[in-house]
Every structure is written in structure tokens, then in C-alpha cells.
């Protein structure tokens, strides 16, 4: 398969008005990422992270700068061409895990599909086949208050796969979650990405998501600090653990 | 390949009424100020509705019954009217009726902020958002009117027995209580719609990003 950049953005800039002052959360930044890879995007808290992982998945809209999904200019997009975009082309998994709290596991996971177009019947089946990779297939009735915190994430990244998107992008998912869970969720994310080719870009601080990231972007202040690929990773990580 | 999200309407309907239903509690406050402003139109209406039947009824002694109630029957009076007094306080019901569904709405709407942006995260339209609460707000509103208007039917019947006697029920016109039952639940889906038009339009515009972050 030729290398394909399923992201690219060129010197995306951001910054807040905070009354008379103008805070420049990112200050330029320009990644092109290939399909089917897992990417870390690393960096201490406050650097810029979530800012550029709303930037990415259409959230919001950079200060200047361009974000390119399969080379289509994502600000050149309709209100209708954007929620498209999000609803097949993108999964998003957030720390907060975010499930709508009045719906159960299997309402969650197939809350996508219906607003994909995908009719009743089969969005039971393929989201009760998503329930059953993450494996809660047997807890599908459940609310999310009725969930603990991995199990709700296992949900989220079950939904996150409802349209089959090419990307999932997640930010900090691991974030709410102890040591163990977080460390499944992580398995779960890399078996995603090696078993359906999705590209995975995740945004953490994590240092676990290292050993399954094929490459890291490290952020520092809203620039890019350096990118690393997997084998020259296996270097830092020594040093770090 | 068409690049249209979509939420069929049957699909709306489902999920608004189970928005309802687990927040039952929470539709209970928003609909009580409609409850009881339909209740007080429908009993005001109802009370001069059952005075007109007697007064355009063949039974004898109603005449003597309505003015030994109080009314003033001029003879040769063809209908009973609602004082000036009974309007004015019907329609300052509503508003302040209307004006308690708009902030139970803004502050159920709020509630919901985080809800909402992570719908527009898995690709929900603005109208989506606002049919969702727009339905929401029919529903609560049909049920909470119906309620109203039993409550008020039932009122103006017990007090009217009361005021003017068991002579009532010989010239009871149901049709035109229903009628008012009916209008008046029109009436109450209709102030519930507006009540939340604004509330809704607000949230269902709001960016994915600002509505996830709010607290
Ligand atoms: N909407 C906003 N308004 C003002 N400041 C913001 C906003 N969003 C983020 N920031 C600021 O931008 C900086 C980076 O935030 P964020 O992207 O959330 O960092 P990270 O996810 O890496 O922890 C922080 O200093 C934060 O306070
Ligand atoms: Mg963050």
C-alpha cells in the first residue's frame, strides 16, 4: 500500500482571546500523518495537545493554518460535509469518556450508525459485534453511570469504531482511568489499529502509550519538540523507564 | 456515495421520549408551571361554559340557580362572559407560565451542554439538536396539558356543583367542554414549544468544543 497522508496540517496556529490578552496555544504547527499508524502525540499538560486534537478532528478552527483529512481542506467544508466527516470518518474517544448518559451501551455504540444512515436491524447487529471486540457484549443494557470507567472508554472506543472510520482520534484516554485499566485500553487501541488498519492518533501523557506507538510527536508550548519513529524510540524509552 | 447524516424522524421520537423518561424528575419541574396554567385556563373556561348551558338550557330553575350564584343574568341575555378581571388574569398565567418553562428549559438545556457537543462529535446536525428538544418539549407539554386540563375540567365542575348546585349536570353542553379541554391543551404544547425554542436554538448552535467544555 502506498504511504498516504490521512492527515496533514500546515503551520496550524491557535490562540485564545482571554479579554485583552491573546494567548498562542499553538504556534505553528505542520505534521503529515500516514494511514494505519499509531501516533502518539505526547507532551506535559497545557502544552497544546487537546487544542490540536479538536483542530484535527474538525472540532474547532484553527487561528491560521490548514488541517487536510484525505487532502480535503476541512475549512472549505459545509456545515452537512463537516458533520459527515465526523460521523464516518473520524472516532473520537475523549478522557471524559462522554457516553450519553440517558442511553445504554448498545444506544451509545449505535448512536453513529443511525446518524450515518445505517438502518435499525443491522446497526444492532454490527454494534452488538463492536460490544462483543471490546468485550461487553454481555453488558449491552447497561447505563454508563451503571459502567465503571474502563468499562464506559471500552464503550467509547466501541462507538468511536461504530462507521468504521480511517481515523480515531483520541485524547487522553487513558487519563481517568488506574494503571490496569488504562494498560487495556491501550492493548485494545493497538489491536484496533493493527487489526483494521485504522489510524490511531492519540494525544497523552502517558508514557505507556509508547511501547505501541509506531511514532511519537512530541509538543512542548505549542510547537513540535521532535517526532520519532519506532525504532528510534525503543532508545528513549530505555532512558525513561 | 451520499454524504448525508441523517436521524430518521421515528428515530427523534425514541429518543426524545427516553430523554424523558430517565429524566423524569427533571420533566416533572418543567412541565408543573405548565400544569397549572392550563389548569387555571381550562378552569375558567369551563366554569362559564357550564353557566352558558344552563342559561341556553330548557331546564327549569336555571335561570334562578345561576342568579342565586351570583351571575348577572339581564333578561333576554344570550351568553355569560368571562369577567375582565378572569382574562386578564388568564393571560398573566400564561406569561408567567411561559416565562418558568424558558428557565427550566435554559437551566435542563445547560445540563445537557456536554451531551450535545459529544452528538455533534458523532456527526448530529444543528437540527438535529433542536428537533430533539422541540419534540421533547411537545411531549411533555401534551402530557402536562392533559393533566392541566383534567385538573381544571374537574375544578369547574366541583366548584360550579357547589356554586349554582347539582342542577348543572341536567344542561352540562359537553361538547363545548371539550372543545375547551382541547384548546386548551393546544394551547399548553403550544406555550411549551416556545418556551423551549430558545433554549434549544442556543444549544443546538453551539460549537462541539465549547458545549464539551462547559461545565
Ligand atoms: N478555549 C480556551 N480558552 C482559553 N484558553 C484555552 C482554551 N483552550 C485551551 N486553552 C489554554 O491552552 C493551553 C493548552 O491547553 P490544552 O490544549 O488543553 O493542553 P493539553 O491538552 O496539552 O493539556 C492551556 O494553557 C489552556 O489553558
Ligand atoms: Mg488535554
Not at chain 1, 171 to 193: A, F, Q, V, Y
Not at chain 2, 123 to 129: E, M, S, Y
Request: glycine share 10%; with cysteine.
Amino acid at each position: 500500500m502506498e504511504q498516504h497522508a490521512i492527515v496533514r496540517t500546515t503551520d496550524v496556529k491557535k490562540s485564545f482571546k482571554l479579554g485583552k490578552h491573546t494567548l498562542e496555544v499553538l504556534k505553528g504547527i505542520s505534521l503529515t500523518i500516514t494511514t494505519g499508524r499509531y501516533i502518539s502525540i505526547m507532551g506535559p499538560s497545557g502544552s497544546g495537545k487537546s487544542t490540536l486534537f479538536n483542530m484535527i478532528g474538525g472540532l474547532d478552527k484553527p487561528t491560521s493554518g490548514k488541517v487536510f483529512i484525505d487532502e480535503v481542506d476541512i475549512a472549505q467544508l459545509d456545515a452537512y460535509e463537516l458533520a459527515w466527516l465526523r460521523c464516518r470518518k473520524i472516532g473520537y474517544i475523549f478522557q471524559t469518556f462522554n457516553l450519553i448518559p440517558v442511553m445504554t451501551a448498545l444506544e451509545n455504540v449505535t448512536l453513529p450508525m443511525t446518524f450515518g444512515g445505517t438502518g435499525s436491524d443491522e446497526a444492532v447487529e454490527r454494534g452488538m459485534e463492536l460490544l462483543r471486540l471490546v468485550g461487553l457484549d454481555d453488558r449491552y443494557t447497561h447505563k454508563p453511570s451503571e459502567l465503571s470507567g474502563g468499562q464506559q472508554q471500552r464503550v467509547a472506543v466501541a462507538r468511536a469504531l461504530a462507521n468504521s472510520p480511517s481515523i480515531v482520534l483520541a485524547d487522553e484516554p487513558t487519563g481517568n482511568l488506574d494503571l490496569n485499566t488504562g494498560e487495556e485500553i491501550i492493548t485494545l487501541l493497538k489491536k484496533m489499529s493493527v487489526d483494521r488498519g485504522v489510524t490511531i492518533i492519540s494525544a497523552t501523557h502517558d508514557f505507556k502509550m509508547l511501547n505501541v506507538s509506531d511514532e511519537v510527536i512530541w509538543i512542548r508550548d505549542g510547537l513540535i519538540d521532535k517526532i520519532e519513529q519506532r525504532d528510534e524510540l525503543n532508545i528513549s524509552v530505555g532512558n525513561i523507564g | 456515495m451520499q454524504r448525508l447524516v441523517a436521524l430518521p424522524f421515528s428515530k427523534s421520537v425514541e429518543i426524545a421520549y427516553k430523554s424523558i423518561r430517565v429524566r423524569f424528575f427533571r420533566s416533572l419541574i418543567t412541565t408543573t408551571s405548565l400544569v397549572l396554567a392550563v389548569a387555571f385556563l381550562c378552569y375558567v373556561q369551563v366554569t362559564t361554559d357550564i353557566a352558558n348551558g344552563l342559561l341556553h338550557g330548557t331546564v327549569p330553575g336555571s335561570i334562578d340557580a345561576l342568579v342565586g350564584a351570583g351571575y348577572d343574568v339581564a333578561p333576554g341575555s344570550v351568553s355569560i362572559g368571562e369577567t375582565a378581571k378572569q382574562q386578564w388574569l388568564v393571560v398573566l398565567s400564561l406569561l408567567v407560565c411561559v416565562v418558568g418553562i424558558v428557565n427550566a428549559q435554559l437551566m435542563a438545556v445547560t445540563e445537557r451542554f456536554r451531551e450535545i457537543g459529544t452528538m455533534k462529535c458523532l456527526g448530529a446536525l444543528d437540527r438535529f439538536i433542536l428537533r430533539l428538544f422541540m419534540l421533547e418539549a411537545i411531549m411533555q407539554g401534551f402530557v402536562g396539558s392533559l393533566v392541566g386540563a383534567l385538573v381544571g375540567l374537574l375544578a369547574a365542575l366541583l366548584s360550579q356543583t357547589l356554586m349554582i348546585g347539582p342542577i348543572i349536570f341536567s344542561s352540562l353542553p359537553i361538547g363545548t367542554l371539550l372543545l375547551t379541554a382541547v384548546k386548551g391543551i393546544g394551547t399548553g404544547c403550544l406555550l411549551s414549544l416556545i418556551g423551549v425554542t430558545y433554549p434549544a436554538i442556543t444549544a443546538a448552535r453551539m460549537e462541539p468544543v465549547e458545549a464539551m467544555r462547559a461545565e
